[in-house]
Each structure stands twice: as C-alpha cells, then as structure tokens.
C-alpha cells in the first residue's frame, strides 16, 4: 500500500447536507485528485491539486469543492448532497516525476445519499 | 464527449486462453496510456503502460499494443487466469497528469 488512505470508508448522508470525504497521503507526492466512479461512465474527474492551496476543476465538479491546506490532507466537500451524487469516491497521487507513473489510488469511499 | 472508449462492458474467457481487452481514443494528442485492474471494493491499480513512440509493451502475461494511426490500444493477457478476474480501465493523457479514464470492461475468467 502506497500509503494513501481515504476516510469514512462508507457513508450514508441525507439529501441537502453537507459531507466531507478525506483523502490522507503519507508519500509527499505533489499532485492529488478526487474521481467518481459511475456505472456506464467509468472514472471521472471531479477536481485535483497540483500544491498546497492549489487546485482546479475536472470535468464533473458542479456541486463540489475542495481543499487542500496541507501536502498530506485533500478535501472534497459536497456543499449539499443531491441523490446524483450518490457514487463511489476514489482519491489518488502522483509523484511529479512524469506521467509513467500513473496514478496511486485509495481504497475509495462509498457515497449514498438519500 | 467520450475521449477515451471500451465498447465491451464485459468479457468472458477461459482459464488458459488469451484474454483482449481494446480501447479507442478520440483525441490524437494523447501521448501516454495506462491500464488499470480493479477488484470489487478496492481502488484501481497499475498494471501496464506504454508511450506513444512506442507500438507494443510487454510485462510477464501482459502486453500492451498500440495502434496510432486506428487510435486504439489493447491489453493482452496470457494465459488468463481466474484471479485476472476483474475490471479493467484504460486511461490516457496529453502529457500531463491529468489522466481520462475509460468506462471500464469486466473480464471473468472462467475455472
């Protein structure tokens, strides 16, 4: 294990609540990311980080924000839970030595909002 | 839009035989391609990559083919075995970090 953990694993929320999923990296790698993984639709990028306190959109981001305030900790928040957010939550890193490396990927965390 | 595609959601095959799973892209300035293996409750994982300036990529029963000019890539995996049970993403980027993902294909392989 690459030392990246992602926190709750499993989470049930109501519809209009806010929820924050955590990701927690132990490599020190520069670059995290926050993907869904949908049936049909595969692994879709909500938003990543490139720094501390820098971050950027992917291509599904309405409805999420994040934050990154330490190299170690990124946080994705659903500011209000909607039922299509409702998915599996995958949090990975990179090293910044070149795209060979791909990505590490966390354990995930599933999302059901009712 | 759908820059990275697996038009077969799933795959079955027997223990032994070759396993070929495909993947179309779109976007010709895609110059690094990923594979990825997942089991059910885990988050994906590396298996194989190649470079655009290469054409074909070997690591123990996987191989990797690329074909540029039909923009499309395979992965190969021989022989198959049952614990290759899984599904498997292809992953492209344009030389950068951001990677864009494929809709996945679950192979069974069968005892």
């Known amino acids: 294990d690459a030392g990246i953990t992602q926190s709750p694993r499993h989470k049930v929320t109501e519809t209009g609540t806010p929820v924050t999923l955590r990701c927690h990296q132990t490599e020190n790698h520069r670059y995290m990311y926050w993907y869904r993984q949908d049936p049909g639709h595969g692994l879709r990028l909500i938003h990543y980080s490139y720094g501390v306190k820098d971050t950027d959109k992917g291509e599904v981001s309405d409805g999420y924000s994040v934050s990154r305030s330490k190299t170690e900790d990124f946080l994705l928040t659903l500011e209000s839970a909607t039922s299509s957010q409702t998915s599996v939550y995958f949090c990975?890193?990179?090293?910044?030595?070149?795209?060979?490396?791909?990505?590490?990927f966390g354990s995930g965390t599933r999302l059901t909002v009712v | 839009d759908q820059q990275v595609k697996q038009n077969s959601p799933s795959l079955s095959v027997q223990e032994g035989r070759i396993s070929i799973l495909n993947c179309d892209y779109t976007n010709s300035m895609f110059d690094y391609f990923l594979w990825y293996k997942k089991y059910p409750a885990e988050g994906p994982t590396f298996l194989i990559s190649i470079s655009s300036i290469k054409d074909k990529n070997e690591d123990g029963r996987f191989t990797v083919f690329l074909n540029k000019s039909a923009k499309h890539l395979s992965l190969h995996i021989v022989p198959s075995q049952p614990g290759d049970s899984a599904v498997y993403f292809c992953a492209a980027t344009a030389g950068t970090y951001k990677y864009i993902f494929g809709t996945g294909t679950r192979l069974k392989v069968l005892a």
């Open positions: 990975a890193i990179s090293e910044s030595r070149g795209p060979v490396y791909g990505y590490t």
